[in-house]
């Protein structure tokens, strides 16, 4: 079977191509091979009747989620290699997204629509998803504003602060990730607008914890800061690995993250 490491804006991958061969691992084996390859997710490429592939996703605690926008650009590149297509379509859990090349080294996904209900989310009770209200206890940092929720497929809750670097994210992420307000858990967003096109941002990924980036993150956080008129519809979104462009647009409400993608190296085991 092969196997790909790879990275988009530093959030890291072990791809295994599954398409020939059974992949059925075990939650102690995607443990282990996170552990062993330093791998925030691991993924596996599937044969689907007909889209150009199937990606399925386990976080790094063995979980498997629905969603994943940076290693579907990391897939992206994979398939647009081998096919030589313009443009391809993977199909996950909560939708079927496309991806182009954008550059040297760079590829652009369609995310699909925000899906901004509270059960949608979900949130275990009605509520204001511009700003929601979790209570977690005192904690040594500047007093956190309501998160605004919204799924990109994948749960998230995003913080809007002033300053990201006052925030001790391993010591509060956990506490908001499995508040009961969110049933399935949430990935947990520290944005700092910088100015209209701009934001800073930071992700205590559920499963997984504090990445170097996370795809459906920033998608989360430009689509609340656009909502709540603190930016545009386009930014950039400066990780600590990287840059994505997030842009959501109004013609088709879809969001497009475009951003690096980087091979490590490949292997067959
Ligand atoms: N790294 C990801 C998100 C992976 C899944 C997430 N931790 C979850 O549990 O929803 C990305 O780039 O979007």
Not at 192 to 212: K, M, N, P, S, Y
């Amino acid at each position: 079977m092969k196997l790909w490491k790879m990275n988009g804006a530093g959030n890291a991958f072990a791809i295994f191509d599954a398409r020939s061969t059974a992949f059925t691992p075990t939650t102690e084996q995607i443990r282990k091979i996170a552990a062993d390859l330093k791998a925030d997710q691991v993924i596996a490429m599937e044969r689907d009747a007909t889209k150009d592939v199937f990606m399925r996703i386990w976080n790094s605690d063995g979980s498997e989620v629905s969603a994943c926008g940076n290693a579907t650009r990391c897939v992206g590149l994979l398939m647009l290699d081998e096919t030589g297509k313009d443009r391809v379509t993977i199909q996950t859990e909560a939708d079927m997204l496309r991806a182009t090349r954008a550059g040297e080294g760079l590829i652009t996904v369609d995310m699909g629509s925000p899906q901004m209900g509270w059960e949608d989310i979900p949130l275990s009770e009605k509520m204001d998803v511009r700003g929601v209200d979790v209570k977690i206890g005192p904690i040594d940092a500047p007093i956190l504003s309501r998160p605004a929720v919204v799924s990109m497929g994948n749960p998230h809750a995003v913080f809007f602060v002033k300053d990201v670097a006052a925030y001790d994210i391993p010591a509060i992420g956990p506490l908001v990730e499995w508040h009961p307000l969110f049933p399935k858990g949430t990935n947990v967003g520290f944005a700092q607008v910088i100015d209209r096109e701009t934001i800073r941002l930071r992700v205590w990924e559920r499963a997984a914890g504090l990445t170097r980036a996370c795809g459906t993150g920033a998608c989360a956080a430009l689509v609340c800061a656009a909502r709540a008129g603190l930016t545009g519809r386009k930014a950039r979104m400066i990780l600590d690995g990287g840059d994505l462009t997030i842009d959501w647009r109004e013609s088709d409400d879809h969001v497009y993250m475009t951003g690096p993608v980087e091979l490590e190296f490949e292997a067959e085991i």
